[in-house]
């Protein structure tokens, strides 16, 4: 009897659980109707799986700490994107361009291609890529299509107007380009100051063509420091010091002349809300948890996982999870002080959350 009185509570209480459960997911709604992702590996979601390239992570130890498993992110876990999809309140992941299905195109796609740059011929001796300029043809081709679908033009364009829109490209424009005089030819024909000034130059009509296809709310992700990254550390030397500083110098001018470029986009754009996220300055703040930058994973020569499908705990401990990509712990404090800034100098003019309710 007791026992019948025990289950009786015990499925009241659990039909009260499921109930509660269900009217928050009914309420619980993204606070934006759509995400767009560009970038390169640091945000891929499995675009590169279909392409002929060494630039892959379709195989494990990749994808070790992701409910799906391997899905070809360049990370034991979820990328920043995904992270900040989840602070967006999205309760999936933003499918990839070469998924994506009509159905789920008004939500959002993930267009980021590993090994791809702001230049053209960037990464080009590992195979297929996604630059950024096809990105933006795809992204072109997506919007033509939710015009179609949707046959209310202004609609359409408030819609597009209300998303959020990252990006996060450059770092192959110096490891896969500049970084390799042997295979291109843009160290030996500009100085890293010259150099910088051209690729930000072309990032900036690659932003402004963002906006013209109706991006209105876009954070821009500065460059990390790729001087500090196992796989750059082990081709340059260090000569005593932690880091290739040479690298980190050539990056700090790219950065330094990218938040500009930024605000003047505000300048010219005033319907638009470009923001420069600081990666760099939330990746010096980890707030006393001080990550060691050793890889997680037993390492190719291009600096990649090979295949294996032991795991190592170092991945809780450091920073990077084979030569170049972070891993998901660091992913997470860099998408939380993204979206949510603890300094001014993380995200400027506003953090993601700001700019979610501009
Ligand atoms: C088109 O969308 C706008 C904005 O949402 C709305 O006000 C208008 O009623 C729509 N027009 C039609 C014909 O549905
Ligand atoms: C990014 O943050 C670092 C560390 O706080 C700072 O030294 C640097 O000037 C910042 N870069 C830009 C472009 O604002
Ligand atoms: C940002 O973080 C602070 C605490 O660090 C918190 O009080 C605040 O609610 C957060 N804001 C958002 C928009 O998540």
New binding site residues.
């Given amino acids: 009897m007791a026992n019948c009185q025990l289950n009786l509570f015990l499925s009241i209480y659990f039909f009260v659980v499921l109930a509660d459960f269900q009217i928050h997911v009914a309420i619980s709604k993204p606070q934006v109707p759509c995400y767009f992702i560009f970038g390169d590996s640091l945000f891929d979601s499995g675009n590169n799986n279909q392409l002929v390239s060494t630039v892959k992570s379709d195989y494990p130890p990749y994808g070790t700490d992701f409910p799906q498993g391997v899905t070809g992110r360049f990370t034991n876990g979820r990328t920043i994107a995904d992270i900040i999809g989840e602070l967006l309140g999205f309760k999936e992941y933003i499918p990839s361009y070469a998924t994506v299905t009509d159905q789920h195109i008004s939500q959002g796609v993930n267009y980021a291609s590993g090994g791809s740059g702001i230049r053209e011929e960037t990464g080009s001796h590992m195979g297929g890529r996604i630059s950024l300029d096809k990105q933006l043809l795809n992204h072109h081709s997506i919007v033509s299509r939710l015009f179609h679908l949707q046959q209310n033009t202004t609609f359409t364009r408030e819609h597009l107007s209300k998303c959020i829109y990252i990006v996060n490209i450059g770092s192959n424009d110096y490891i896969n380009n500049y970084l390799k005089p042997k295979i291109y030819t843009t160290s030996h024909m500009y100085t890293t100051n010259q150099y910088a000034k051209i690729l930000v130059r072309q990032y900036s009509r690659q932003l402004k063509g963002l906006y013209d296809l109706g991006g209105r709310k876009i954070a821009v992700f ?1 460059l990390g420091l790729i001087g500090c990254s196992p796989a750059e550390i082990s081709i340059f030397g260090t000569e005593g010091r932690p880091c290739v500083k040479s690298i980190n110098d050539a990056v ?1 001018l790219f ?2 002349k ?2 500009p470029v930024v605000d003047e986009l505000n300048a010219y754009n005033s319907d638009a809300k470009f923001t ?1 996220i ?1 990666v ?2 939330i990746s ?1 703040q980890q707030g006393g948890k001080v990550l060691t930058n050793v890889p997680s994973c037993i390492l190719r020569a291009d600096g990649q996982c090979a295949q294996t499908t032991l795991t190592s705990p170092v991945r809780t401990i450091s920073m990077y999870y084979d030569g170049y990509h972070p891993t998901e712990v660091s992913n997470i404090h860099t998408a939380k002080l993204s979206y949510n800034s603890t ?1 001014r ?1 993380d995200a ?1 003019p506003y953090d993601i959350s700001h700019l979610v309710r501009l």
Wanted: charged share 15%; net charge positive.
């Fill in positions: 500065g700090r950065n330094n990218l938040k420069f600081n760099t300055s010096t300094s100098m400027s």
